[in-house]
């Protein structure tokens, strides 16, 4: 059974950093296009960054631009999305998703979807 699992939120102040990572089960992270995503209650979802299925291309959204880095390391199956200079307006439940092509944009359509990890930034 496909299963995303999301790792590594947690309460941390302004100014901090933290690691998420986003580990696949029953599929193969090389034939997939990764984004990460992050949802605040009583507002919409929002794309927070992408990356291509060979991890050459990145797309990050202009909120985080300069903050978040994130990678894809196929060999263990995993996404991080590294999280620098924490705002409190970070502060949400942090989903990473899957889109089985080679690219997709931010934008695009992803059919896999994780259970989520809360990153709360708050001094």
């Known amino acids: 059974q496909v299963q995303l699992v999301e790792s590594g939120g947690g309460l941390v102040q302004p100014g901090g950093s933290l690691r998420l990572s986003c580990t696949a089960s029953?599929?193969?992270?090389?034939?997939?296009?990764i984004g990460w995503f992050r949802q605040v209650p009583g507002k919409e979802r929002e794309a927070v960054s992408c990356?291509?299925?060979?991890?050459?291309?990145?797309d990050y959204r202009g909120a985080v631009r300069g903050r978040f880095i994130m990678s894809k390391d196929n060999a263990k199956n995993t996404v991080v999305l590294q999280m620098n200079n924490l705002k409190p307006e970070d502060t949400a439940l942090y989903y990473c998703?899957?889109?089985?092509?080679?690219?997709?944009?931010?934008?695009?359509?992803?059919?896999?979807w994780g259970q989520g990890t809360q990153v709360t930034v708050s001094s």
């Open positions: 998703a899957a889109d089985r092509h080679f690219w997709s944009s931010c934008d695009g359509r992803y059919e896999y």
């Open positions: 029953g599929l193969s992270l090389e034939n997939y296009a």
């Open positions: 990356i291509s299925s060979t991890g050459g291309i990145t």
